[in-house]
């Protein structure tokens, strides 16, 4: 299994992890597709966490919702480790504001790797990372907590991901690479060797990055500019 292989102590296989009870916070689109990529390591999901009543004591692909603060009520962080379902487009806040408060009150949070996804043994990898099908993370690179690699995008060598950070599905980012905290590169983006992104920016889908990117900066097309 990948697992084994990689540099963290939040992976899944070979460490205390595997006694705790595993629980999804969200139930959207995102949570059904590491629900999948968890069931094709084998790792049993005990619920997901919602606070939408319309979907509390429903199933989603086949995994109970429960009410997210009274199941945490009763599953303490010595007994569970908690997997953040929520994904972004525009904006990684609501995504990142389930992880920081969920770690204040001492929480773990699971890596995911899914079975096809390769990452470069000497990569390092932070808490709560998530590398979907078919990712892709070369030699030399650095990866933050809570960053979602997506469906096919690929991360070449020396690059550095920011905390947080959503790299879209079939995302290309070339060697020596840094993006910042909180961004989003949008689905389909192409970012050349050695460009800086800035903390917050937003890439849109489809765009293609020759230029450094500044804080907070949103941009788009081919190359991309700056919009509003």
């Known amino acids: 299994m990948i697992f084994k292989k990689l540099p963290n102590e939040f992976l899944y296989a070979g460490t205390e992890l595997m006694k705790k009870k595993v629980l999804i916070i969200g139930g959207g689109g995102h949570a059904k597709v590491l629900i999948e990529s968890l069931k094709s390591q084998k790792i049993e999901i005990y619920g997901i966490l919602e606070k939408n009543p319309s979907l509390i004591g429903k199933k989603i692909s086949g995994i109970s919702v429960f009410e997210e603060k009274e199941m945490l009520l009763t599953h303490p962080p010595s007994q569970t480790v908690l997997v953040n379902g929520i994904g972004s487009t525009a904006t990684t806040n609501q995504r990142e504001e389930v992880f920081t408060t969920y770690k204040r009150l001492r929480y773990d949070f699971l890596s995911i790797i899914h079975s096809t996804a390769y990452i470069a043994s000497d990569v390092h990898i932070g808490e709560g990372l998530q590398a979907m099908a078919g990712s892709i993370i070369q030699c030399g690179s650095t990866i933050g907590d809570n960053v979602i690699i997506n469906t096919h995008s690929s991360i070449d060598h ?35 060797q050695g460009i800086q992104i800035g903390k917050c920016a937003l890439i849109a889908a489809g765009s293609v990055v020759i230029r450094d990117i500044r804080e907070n900066q949103k941009v788009c097309g081919v190359p991309a500019k700056e919009y509003n």
Request: aromatic residues 2%; charged residues 10%.
């Open 158 to 192: 020396d690059c550095e991901i920011g905390h947080y950070t959503h790299v879209a599905p079939g995302v290309t980012v070339s060697g020596n690479v840094k993006i910042g905290i909180s961004c989003h590169i949008g689905t389909g983006a192409s970012i050349i």
